[in-house]
């Protein structure tokens, strides 16, 4: 297996190392991640002061910089989410700093049309399959998103951070519109993307992770660095996920791969000893995180204090700021 050159010919090389990284440690230990998705992050302050230790991996939520947000057709939930997210990039740049690891999940306001989260299919009309027309109303909405979001990111890229980015998350499901229409559809936005990224935006920092279990999903080795999947357990069930890593590791056996969300922090010995070879694990944030409704404190313990497990401290820098 090559996990060592990167789907975009043009990647910086700190993506490779990022990438050797990960080869280098694969089946011999787990990086440790969390999401946050406020200025606040609750999430990692929890985490420190529960264990003693902080994550290598960090998420950040991108939902509040949806250029089409209708803020005339929403409700409090939804205006809440926004508010409480807003200018989250700037705590990536202090992460940054910091030099841990960074992925980036866009929860993406629908390009045209919709109410309230307009993420979920339910609540916008916003059809895909034209959106992937070169021309229609759909296809300019969609490529002006994606153009703003690239501007976000181009500082990022300037300054040589590489960012972990997962985008159309969980596209084997119909709840968002980019799933909305099946994973041929999903396959083919996710390469649309990667084109508009990589050759017209000039974006090479990015490590290209996919984020589905379906097989007739993937985009194929040629625009995918990570194979990953999210995962939600009943509470309190700590496993190494090893039938679900035997699943999604069948689509390529030429991939990296990685629990992208859980709910669950697993049993991070039981993956190396059962051969399930995560190379990392990001939690969902808020109640996934704070508190013990999901994930005791005591194996969050047990878990950042593993000798298997990476935290920013065992962390090597993998770039500079």
Same mark, same amino acid.
């Given at each position: 297996m090559n996990y060592y050159n990167p789907a975009d010919k043009n990647a910086i090389p700190e993506v490779e190392n990022v990438l050797r990284y990960l080869a280098d440690i694969n089946g011999k230990k787990m990086i440790t991640g969390q999401h946050t998705q406020t200025m606040a992050q609750e999430e990692l302050h929890n985490i420190l002061d529960v264990t003693g230790k902080e994550p290598a991996l960090l998420g950040f939520e991108l939902l509040s910089y949806s250029p089409n947000i209708n803020y005339l057709d929403t409700d409090d939930e939804c205006i809440t989410e926004i508010e409480l997210n807003r200018g989250t990039l700037q705590k990536a740049w202090e992460w940054a700093a910091r030099g841990g690891l960074i992925t980036f999940t866009w929860h993406w306001f629908s390009p045209l049309g919709g109410h309230s989260k307009s993420f979920f299919s339910k609540n916008t009309n916003f059809d895909v399959e034209k959106a992937l027309v070169h021309g229609t109303p759909e296809n300019t909405a969609l490529l002006s998103d994606m153009d703003y979001m690239a501007g976000l990111i181009r500082p990022f890229n300037d300054k040589h951070i590489p960012i972990l980015w997962r985008p159309f998350h969980e596209s084997e499901g119909t709840w968002f519109w980019w799933g909305a229409k099946g994973a041929e559809t999903?396959?083919?936005?996710?390469?649309?993307?990667?084109?508009?990224?990589?050759?017209?935006?000039?974006?090479?920092?990015?490590?290209? !992770?996919?984020?589905?279990?379906?097989?007739?999903?993937?985009?194929?080795?040629? &625009? !995918?660095?990570?194979?990953?999947?999210?995962?939600?357990?009943? +509470?309190?069930?700590?496993?190494?996920?090893?039938? %679900?890593?035997?699943?999604?590791? +069948?689509?390529?056996?030429?991939?990296?791969?990685?629990?992208? %969300?859980?709910? !669950?922090?697993?049993?991070?010995?039981?993956?190396?000893?059962?051969?399930?070879?995560?190379?990392? &694990?990001?939690?969902?944030?808020? %109640?996934?995180?704070?508190?013990?409704?999901?994930?005791?404190?005591?194996?969050?313990? %047990? !878990?950042?204090?593993?000798?298997?497990?990476?935290?920013?401290?065992?962390?090597?820098?993998l770039y500079s700021v």
């Open positions: 999903a396959k083919r936005l996710y390469r649309l993307m990667f084109e508009h990224f990589t050759e017209k935006c000039g974006l090479h920092n990015l490590i290209w !992770v996919w984020n589905s279990p379906l097989k007739d999903g993937y985009p194929g080795d040629d &625009f !995918v660095d990570i194979i990953s999947r999210d995962m939600y357990p009943p +509470a309190h069930e700590y496993t190494s996920h090893k039938s %679900e890593f035997d699943e999604l590791t +069948a689509i390529t056996s030429q991939k990296i791969s990685a629990i992208a %969300e859980t709910g !669950v922090l697993p049993d991070v010995e039981a993956t190396i000893s059962e051969k399930a070879a995560w190379s990392y &694990f990001m939690t969902w944030s808020r %109640e996934f995180c704070l508190g013990e409704k999901y994930t005791s404190y005591d194996h969050l313990r %047990e !878990v950042y204090n593993s000798e298997l497990a990476v935290t920013i401290d065992k962390l090597p820098r």
